[in-house]
Each structure stands twice: as C-alpha cells, then as structure tokens.
C-alpha cells in the first residue's frame, strides 16, 4: 500500500515538471505574451509622434502668422512714419567696410591723396579725398594739404565724384575708380554727403545738393582754367543733376557731366528696385512713394536734364541689379530730344551683360580710357 501511493506521488510529481516545462507552442504563446504592451503605453507612443508633429505645425503656422502680420504692419509704419522711408532711400548709416580710418587713405592703397574738412554751412562739416594725378604721386609723398590744394591749379582736368548711397567715400568699388581715373591723369575729389561717413548733419536732398556745390565751389576757387567734370554713379546721380542744373541756371556750368547707372526720379527708381517686395502691394504709391515725396525726396533726374547746358556722358551695364538698364536709356531718350543739349553732345555708352559690371564695376572697363577721352 505505502509502495503504491509512493508511486502515485512520484508520477504525481513527473506529470506536474512536465506541465511546468512549455511545448513550442508554449513557447510562442509566452513569447507573444511578454512583447505584448500594456494597452496605456501603445496609446501613449502613438500620441508621442502625433503630439510632435502637431506642436511642428502650431509653431510653423505661427511664425507664418506673425510674418504675415509684419508684412501688413511695415506698409501703415512707413506711411505714418516718413523718415523710415528716408533712411531707405539714403542707407547712410550702412558704413562698409567698416572699421577703415577715413583720415588716413592711405590705409587703402591711395598714397597720394590727402584728407580735408570742409563746412558748407554752420554745424555742418564734411570729409573730403583730394587724389591727385598719377603723374604727381613722388611729389605728392609728405606733402600737407595746402600743396594739394595748390596742385588743384596744375594744368590737370578735375574730376568732383559724387558716389551713391550706403557706405562712405572709402568704398573698394569707388577706390578703385579713383585709382582709375588718377591714372588717366585726372584730379579726383570726393566727398561725403552731411550723414555720411565722419561727415556731420542730418542728411537730405537739399543738404546733399549744397554739399555738393559748396565742394565745386571749393574746386573752382583754386583750379583756374583747368576743365571739371562732374561724375554721379546711382543716387549721386541725383545730386549730380540736382547741382548741374543750379550751375547752369547760374551760368557757372561744369565742363561735361557724367552719370554712372543713373534713373530718371526716385519715385521710378523705387518701383523698379529688385527690394520692392511691395510693389504689386494695393496702395504701393500711397504708402512707399508719396512718403518719399513728403520727405521732400525727388532726385528728378528726368526734370533736370532739360535745364542742363553741357555735355553729358551717360554710362550704364546691361546686368544691373539695382538700378534698371532700361531707366538709364529713357532718362539718355529725354536728354538728347531737350533743347538745352541742342548745342552739346549727348552720349549713351551701354555695356554688355556678358562683360558683368552689374550696378559699380563699369571702372574695370578697358574702354574706359577711350570713352572718357
């Protein structure tokens, strides 16, 4: 009886070690069973992914609201705020290169070029470049500004340099064509406009304009007989008309005038800008242009050219990103059918797109020489 239930217990046991050992098909149950994740935590990696896509778009959407609103914004800003216009228009606190020192040329390659300081009205001082000829470089070495001004009388031609907005009188591009223009023999003087550069006072067209022929004046007084030339490139092209046109009506016109890349009014120049984000905007005139015109801003080219009596060159590449060729050629048309010009040669010289002088490389012209002679 005891071996009996003795061997009952012990069959007993070997069938409970059997069960407690899985089949294949155990196996994969269990296996299934352990990889199998709790309902909460699927729910919670599913929404992981989702919530940050979704936070990916409620930023996005966000920014592009804030952008949109800005872009409606700036339109309302500048018209009741003018002066922003301003600024645009003359980007004179744009200072490029910057940390060059405007008292010293020198620094830029422009051995024989001195630095003076003249004041065309109280409170307003502006910082002038007188580089002589090539010619005169060893002569010119330690010498101090009364022997550049008296050099001014040496029977060399003149050259007043009326540059562009943004930047300063130091720019690469105007340096280059200084060193240009001094190896063709020419006397250049250049300056910048009141709010410009080290030069002092609140910039404006008028201010810009006196500037200008207080400098011609300055030359005038000392250069005797010798020609002037009177070159503007973009904006200064403005303030080049601008001071013609007030020369001849005094009858005291320069002996020829220049215009780089010129347009034909502000107002067009600032529709046919590449920046002009605005332009197809409603109201574009209403709120760009007509603050530049209360800001008492019209650079009329356009206008000017029919009161100016003297010979004008005006030199314009195809490829320019800044100022359209096109303006160029209709301020060249309006030119040569004025009957102030009847007298004088009005020359349109176009440079090809391929050559790539774009808005201020025309200097690196080899045809220059040529077309200035």
Not at 15 to 39: E, F, N, Q, T
Not at 142 to 152: I, N, R, T, V, Y
Not at 285 to 311: H, M, Q, R
Request: glycine share 8%.
């Amino acid at each position: 009886m005891r071996k009996r239930n003795e061997s009952v217990t012990v069959e007993h046991e070997r069938a409970a070690a059997a069960a407690a050992v899985p089949g294949p098909l155990d196996k994969g149950c269990s296996l299934r069973r352990s990889l199998r994740l709790p309902a909460s935590a699927a729910a919670e990696g599913m929404k992981r992914p989702l919530g940050r896509r979704y936070g990916l778009w409620f930023r996005l959407r966000k920014l592009l609201l804030w952008l949109l609103g800005m872009y409606i914004a700036i339109p309302f800003l500048v018209k009741l705020c003018p002066a922003i216009q301003a600024k645009l228009v003359f980007l004179n606190f744009v200072r490029v290169p910057y940390f060059i020192d405007l008292k010293r040329p020198q620094d830029q390659g422009l051995n024989h070029t001195c630095n003076y300081y003249l004041q065309p009205e109280e409170d307003v001082t502006i910082g002038v470049w007188h580089t002589v000829p090539a010619a005169l470089w060893k002569n010119a070495r330690g010498k101090d500004q009364p022997w550049f001004e008296e050099a001014l009388g040496f029977s060399h031609p003149v050259i007043l340099y009326l540059h562009g907005n943004a930047g300063t009188r130091g720019g690469d591009h105007r340096v280059e064509l200084y060193k240009v223009l001094s190896s063709l023999g020419y006397h250049v003087v250049t300056f910048d406009y009141r709010g410009w550069g080290d030069s002092i006072g609140s910039p404006s067209e008028r201010g810009m304009t006196y500037d200008a022929l207080h400098v011609f004046d300055w030359i005038k007084a000392r250069s005797g007989d010798n020609p002037v030339y009177i070159w503007g490139h973009s904006l200064g092209t403005g303030v080049a008309t601008n001071l013609v046109r007030r020369l001849c009506e005094r009858e005291t016109p320069p002996d020829a005038l220049i215009l780089e890349s010129p347009f034909t009014n502000i107002r067009e120049e600032a529709r046919s800008h590449p920046f002009s984000i605005y332009r197809y905007f409603p109201g574009f005139d209403w709120f760009f242009l007509d603050p530049i015109t209360t800001s008492g801003i019209k650079f009329a080219n356009d206008e000017n050219v029919k009161y100016i009596s003297c010979s004008l060159l005006i030199l314009h590449a195809e490829d320019d990103p800044v100022v359209p060729f096109h303006l160029g050629k209709k301020l060249y048309n309006i030119a040569a059918t004025s009957r102030s010009f009847r007298d004088y040669k009005v020359q349109f010289v176009p440079f090809h797109t391929d050559l790539g002088y774009r808005h201020k490389y025309i200097y690196r012209s080899p045809e220059l020489p040529r077309i200035l002679r």
